[in-house]
């Protein structure tokens, strides 16, 4: 069993920067993937980054790629998502997830999810 909680969502302006965070308990942590979701109300689960369990691969979807960064430091059990020259567009409630072997840019291939934060990019 893997709890995660997402925190550092707010209000910013359009090019600003934010930093989440996604703090894990359990001592598997390394042992998963986790990505980085969001949803918009009347949309389904969007996916926006992942990071292997041994950090070595990265994925993004091009929607964010050269402008949001996701690392993960497992000591931890933290995984994080910087973004940056935030957009209006990217105004969503962001998601972690946790996944064992299962499709990395579909919501269904992740066995956990945190509760959300919300990301509201004025422009």
């Known amino acids: 069993q893997v709890q995660l909680v997402e925190s550092g969502g707010g209000l910013v302006q359009a090019g600003g920067s934010l930093r989440l965070s996604c703090a894990a308990s359990?001592?598997?942590?390394?042992?998963?993937?986790m990505g980085w979701f969001r949803q918009v109300p009347g949309k389904e689960r969007e996916f926006v980054a992942a990071i292997s369990r041994n950090g070595g691969v990265l994925n993004y979807a091009d929607s964010v790629k050269g402008r949001f960064t996701i690392f993960r430091d497992d000591a931890n059990n933290t995984v994080y998502l910087q973004m940056n020259s935030l957009k209006p567009e990217d105004t969503a409630i962001y998601y972690c997830?946790?996944?064992?072997?299962?499709?990395?840019?579909?919501?269904?291939?992740?066995?956990?999810w945190g509760q959300g934060t919300q990301v509201t990019v004025s422009s």
């Open positions: 359990g001592r598997t942590f390394s042992s998963y993937t």
């Open positions: 997830g946790a996944g064992l072997g299962g499709s990395t840019f579909r919501s269904y291939g992740y066995n956990y």
